[in-house]
Antibody
């Protein structure tokens, strides 16, 4: 059974760098069949797709975070990562990692809904 | 960005009743790339429906999705006590992949 677990610091100060790890068990992230992504949830903004990474390191980022965001992976340890620089209070949220819906041979397209989620980790940015 | 607007914000119903939740998008979602999720307090969202009408693995058949273009609906045919939660829609046709603000389904 595929399971994902987020880890990282719960509290940061403004201008610091947020680094989160998603550890995956029960399946390999190096498959070309799926993308792996991050979504956050805050009272003010609701659910927000952050970005995703897939086979051979292909990445897609939310343009609102482009320039501050990097998503990467370590296939040997079956983990993927989120790095967000210059955080502000607006980055305070619960951060979820997850697996996206997979590749559709019918439409020759990857699905970017999320079918398996981690439990989430709370990140607070405060001075 | 495609904006998703869900209605109503809150829906008060009793167990056994039928629930109808709406999600409208600011642009047509081609290929009906629209998903529905259920979220309970302190938990991650759970995928219910994708491609507007396909139930995810393990989802009871009382949950159904319909719609196309800019108007989509999640229907719960007969509410069970465990169905009272917040429901979100998401479009995954066009990046950035965006979510609705949620509909809270509460017990009347």
């Amino acid at each position: 059974q595929l399971q994902l677990h987020e880890s990282g610091p719960g509290l940061l100060k403004p201008s610091e760098t947020l680094s989160l790890t998603c550890s995956v068990s029960g399946g390999s992230i190096s498959t070309r069949s799926y993308y792996w992504g991050w979504i956050r949830q805050s009272p003010g903004k609701g659910l927000e797709w952050i970005g995703s990474a897939g086979y051979r390191g292909t990445t897609y980022y939310n343009p609102s975070l482009q320039g501050r965001l990097t998503i990467s992976a370590d296939t040997s340890n079956n983990q993927f990562f989120l790095t967000l620089i210059s955080v502000t209070a607006a980055d305070t949220a619960v951060y979820f990692c997850g697996r996206h819906g997979g590749y559709s041979g019918v439409s020759n397209d990857y699905y970017f809904f999320m079918d398996v989620w981690g439990k989430g980790t709370t990140v607070t940015v405060s001075s | 960005d495609i904006v998703l607007t869900q209605s109503p914000d809150t829906l008060s119903l009793s167990p056994g009743e039928r629930a109808t939740l709406s999600c409208r998008t600011s642009q047509s979602v081609r290929s009906n790339y629209l998903a529905w999720y259920q979220q309970k307090p302190g938990q991650a969202p759970r995928l219910l429906i994708y491609d507007a009408s396909t139930r995810a693995t393990g989802i009871p058949d009382r949950f159904s999705g319909s719609g196309s273009g800019t108007d989509f609906t999640l229907t719960i045919s007969r509410l069970e006590p465990e169905d009272f939660a917040v429901y979100f829609c998401q479009q995954y046709r066009s990046s950035p992949y965006t979510f609705g603000q949620g509909t809270k389904l509460e017990i009347k």
